[in-house]
């Protein structure tokens, strides 16, 4: 095993640096964690760039493992499934499960990391230093720069070792491409995000259901709405950055306005100070990050810094904190960081590719295909052979979600198989009761291996 009288710098306190020191000092390890941010614990959160977090059970399993679940339980509010707006007819709720413990979390970003920072700052082998911004990497002479931005002077830190939690535009991973140590990707979607807020009704509640994600899709593009504890909504309009209709073509006000009323008209209402908030917040940008090396030497990417995803899937949290724990048992089975790294990367880099790709799938099936009559047809019928078959048929969503022991490469090519699975019993079918469910028993017991 590493030993503990090592100190780890980590690039980045956001939530997946934050939960891998706790991991780290709990095994007697200082940690001094740098974050070019302001404390979050002492400021606002910024407007319009959050996406609301959905926590799972692969976030919550982490969290439990690290002995903080407790502290952040209390920001947190279930929802039992996805509650579809159409264009025409009433909304409907698609349940995520069906046993009472199949639900996600909506949690904010920033109250997260906030509480996770809380309990970081209790114990006494952790030391974070805010608005210190990582600057470079130099792996020959193996030091990391980086700038107080308080005091305007740099510092020279040894990596020995560094793990660079530095989100998705990470320097580290950048500086490692520049001195040829990692070929990595950024790869942008056409599409982006706008930010706007449902506030709570005059007592407090909320405006919409409240256990609910709430989705308008509208096939090439959809809003979604999260629950907040404090009675409102944090909803997110994902749209095309270019053409007809994109970010690009609402120019001002009155086009603002014309297609928020023609798309959304059920909830437009309900977000009062939607113009000033599509002027003033940013449209963010979404894409996927592929690494082929997340080490070097005893310098590694983790978490969005190795393998952003997009938000669709509602991974991209879980799949970090799912990163430290896997790192914190490899580092218990080796004594050197770069064979640990390195060890790591092997056995985890699959996981995070396949949950890369059902994350780029999942938007097609939130913004157009939840309301397909084909779509929502097969999806009963996963539930119903789910429930004949508990150890052969789990839906991809359900292993994804609701399954940590299941890991994302298995969820999916089991998930491939089991929608060719699904195709060939519903075809021709208009209920799930024109399913021959006789043939749909044998199938899955001869061609699904026990899970």
Known sequence: MIPATDTVRIAGAGPTGALMALLLERHGHGVELYDARPDP?????????????????????????????????????????????????????????QR?????????????????????????GI???????????????????????????????????????????????????ESGLTAAREVPLDH??????????????????????????RGDFMLIALPNVDGTFTAT???????????????????????????????VGLMPDRLTEFRSHPVGMLGTVYADRWSAGECLLLGDA???????????????????????????RHDEWSAAFAAFQAARKPHT????????????????????????LQQALALELERRHPKRFIPRYSMVMFHHEIGYAVALERGRLQSALLAELTHGAQRIEDVDMARADREVERRLAEL
Not at 192 to 217: M, N, Q, S, V
Not at 306 to 332: K, S, W, Y
């Open 306 to 332: 190795a393998h952003a995803i997009v938000p669709f899937h509602g991974q991209g949290m879980n799949c970090c904190f799912e990163d430290c724990i896997e790192l914190d048992a490899t580092l218990a």
């Open 100 to 124: 009472p413990s199949e639900v996600i979390y909506s949690v904010s970003r920033h109250e997260l990391n906030r509480a996770l920072l809380e309990v970081a700052a209790a114990r006494p």
């Open 353 to 376: 590719d396949a949950i890369a790709a059902m994350a780029l799938e999942n938007y097609l099936e939130m913004r157009a295909r939840v309301v397909d009559p084909a779509f929502r």
């Open 192 to 217: 982006g995000y706008k930010e706007f807020t449902i506030p709570a009704r005059p007592d407090g509640t909320h405006a919409l259901e409240r256990e609910a994600l709430h989705i308008w899709p």
């Open 127 to 177: 030391r974070a230093h805010f608005r210190h911004r990582l600057e470079d990497v130099d792996f020959a002479r193996g030091v990391a720069t980086l700038r107080d931005l308080t005091e305007e002077r740099r510092l020279e830190l040894p990596v020995a070792p560094l793990l660079a939690c530095d989100g998705a535009g990470s320097r580290a991973r950048r500086r490692m491409a």
């Open 41 to 97: 614990r002492v400021g606002a959160a910024e407007s319009g760039r959050s996406i609301n977090l959905a926590l799972a059970d692969r976030g919550i399993h982490a969290l439990k493992a690290a002995g903080v679940f407790d502290a952040v339980a209390g920001g947190m509010i279930p929802m039992q499934g996805r509650m579809v707006h159409p264009l025409d007819g009433a909304p409907s709720l698609q349940r995520y499960g």
């Open 237 to 267: 309009l994902f749209l095309p950055l270019k053409g007809p209709v994109s970010f690009e073509a609402l120019r001002d006000d009155a086009s603002a306005e014309h297609f928020l009323r023609s798309q959304f008209p059920d909830v």
